[in-house]
Antibody, heavy 117, light 108 residues
Framework: QVQLVESGGGVVQPGRSLRLSCAAS????????MHWVRQAPGKGLEWVAV????????YYADSVKGRFTISRDNSKNTLYLQMNSLRADDTAIYYC??????????WGQGTLVTVSS | SYELTQPPSVSVSPGQTARITCSGD??????AHWYQQKSGQAPVLVIY???KRPSGIPERFSGSSSGTMATLTISGAQVEDEADYYC???????????FGGGTKLTVL
């Protein structure tokens, strides 16, 4: 079955960087677009970024554009999110998610990122 | 920026029908999808492409869309359906995605 396991979360100071990873298994990773979605404490879901199955296209929410970079390594079945210039309002659970056609059909359990001095 | 608008909360008694709406200007041309999120858990897809139900989702969950509004209907809501529900769609340009603000469903 589809399994998505995020890692790399933790506590980081404002202005610093962090890289999240998402290890995928149970499906042909290189055939699917992948997303990062986040959820601040007590808040709703916020779409962050998407990457095409082959990495050819990437799109970002305005709130992270220019600071975050989504990437993938299809040889390692792994999705990444490089987060730079982190701010307090980036504090959230970050979910890795798989896209089937035009919708997200599978989610990881999430990794918590806390931006605090 | 593009937005999907949902009511913050909906409340029904067990066995009643719950309807959660999602409005957005691009919905006449873009599908709406729905996710259920229970406390402390990852979201789960309950309706995709306006009205299709994934395997394993109870038949009491259904979806529809007309004009700029999509609706998630839970017929005969049960206590275990208490959760936050989010609609999700694509911006008209086809690249960005967006979630609605979420609706907290209370069944009691």
């Amino acid at each position: 079955q589809v399994q998505l396991v995020e890692s790399g979360g933790g506590v980081v100071q404002p202005g610093r960087s962090l890289r999240l990873s998402c290890a995928a298994s149970g499906f042909t990773f290189s055939s699917y677009g992948m997303h990062w979605v986040r959820q601040a404490p007590g808040k709703g879901l916020e779409w962050v970024a998407v990457i095409w199955f082959d990495g050819s296209k990437k799109y970002y929410a305005d709130s992270v554009k220019g600071r975050f970079t989504i990437s993938r390594d299809n040889s390692k079945n792994t999705l990444y999110l490089q987060m730079n210039s982190l701010r307090a309002d980036d504090t959230a659970i970050y979910y890795c998610a798989r896209e089937d056609m035009v919708y997200i059909d599978s989610w990881g359990q999430g990794t918590l990122v806390t931006v605090s001095s | 920026s593009y937005e999907l608008t949902q009511p913050p909360s909906v409340s029904v008694s067990p066995g009643q029908t719950a309807r959660i709406t999602c409005s957005g200007d691009a919905l006449p041309k873009k599908y709406a999808h729905w996710y259920q999120q229970k406390s402390g858990q990852a979201p789960v897809l309950v309706i995709y492409e306006d009205s299709k139900r994934p395997s394993g989702i109870p038949e009491r969950f259904s979806g529809s869309s007309s004009g700029t509004m999509a609706t998630l209907t839970i017929s005969g809501a049960q206590v275990e359906d208490e959760a936050d529900y989010y609609c999700y769609s694509t911006v008209s340009s086809g690249d960005h995605r967006v979630f609605g603000g979420g609706t907290k469903l209370t069944v009691l």
